[in-house]
């Protein structure tokens, strides 16, 4: 769709390609994650399947072009993929489901969602404060980084979740998502829980973690075009 890459090489033989041809291309990167994933005990999530699901891989689809430039996916191509991101949620318990929208649309990490409370969430905005964190140990916490005590911009999937969430979340609790005593939920508990889910799904769904989920937030956000200051703002990064 960006006029300046019609004149790239790679572009003369039109906008499509084969899938072989692209599955050869990223061979080595993809066994360069898959031994990082590895070591890290993460997952590696491919959208591949989704944009190219047939022997010839088009870069313009019906509804639009794919791609903004060569390096990022555009609103359509985004669009396309949000699907698969949903799945993951849509599978879960419906108790679960916002929890984990907090990790895939809104890339906190864990202790700040177990320590997020109603009064750092504004439905209006839609947005969230995150003004403390949670150690298994020392239980609520200040945020070790000055970064990280920010203003994250939610999209309105998240502000849905939460709306639902609301009225069935524990009492007495200031706590957005705690257990029945008031204190937060256990995130071991909870990717057990998702696990074992996603892997009844037909076809059964990669398992990722709550930090997986954080990463896919960040990858979705750089290819609709966040600028990585703005991104490294929204997930707290000194």
């Known amino acids: 769709s960006d006029w300046l890459n019609r004149g790239n090489p790679i572009c003369a ?3 499509s390609a084969s899938r072989a041809a692209i599955e050869a291309y990223r061979q080595p990167v993809l066994e360069s994650l898959g031994r990082l994933a590895s070591g890290l005990g993460a997952s590696v999530w491919d959208p591949l399947p989704v944009l190219c699901p047939t022997e010839r891989c088009e870069s313009v689809r019906k509804q639009g072009p794919l791609y903004f430039d060569g390096d990022h996916l555009s609103a359509d191509g985004n669009r396309l993929l ?11 318990p419906e108790a679960d489901r916002p929890i984990w929208a907090m990790f895939f649309y809104a890339g906190l990490r864990v202790g700040e969602v177990q320590a997020l409370q109603w009064q750092d969430v504004d439905l209006t905005a839609p947005e969230i404060h995150v003004r403390r964190n ?4 020392a239980g609520e916490i200040t945020p070790k980084y000055a970064a990280s005590t920010r203003t994250v911009p939610v999209p309105t999937v998240v502000r849905d979740y939460l709306k639902a969430h609301k009225p069935r979340a524990a009492r007495p609790a200031d706590r957005v998502f705690a257990r029945p005593d008031g204190t937060p939920f256990w995130p071991q508990t909870l990717t057990t829980r ?11 769904l990669e398992p990722i973690s709550p930090h ?27």
């Open 134 to 137: 949670w150690d298994a140990v």
């Open 13 to 15: 033989a039109g906008l």
């Open 212 to 238: 997986d989920a954080r990463h896919a937030y960040a990858a979705m956000m750089l290819t609709a075009g966040t600028e990585m200051y703005a991104l490294s703002e929204y997930m707290g990064h000194k």
């Open 82 to 92: 949000l699907p698969s991101f949903a799945s993951f949620i849509a599978a879960l």
């Open 194 to 204: 998702a696990r074992r889910v996603w892997a009844k799904c037909k076809p059964p």
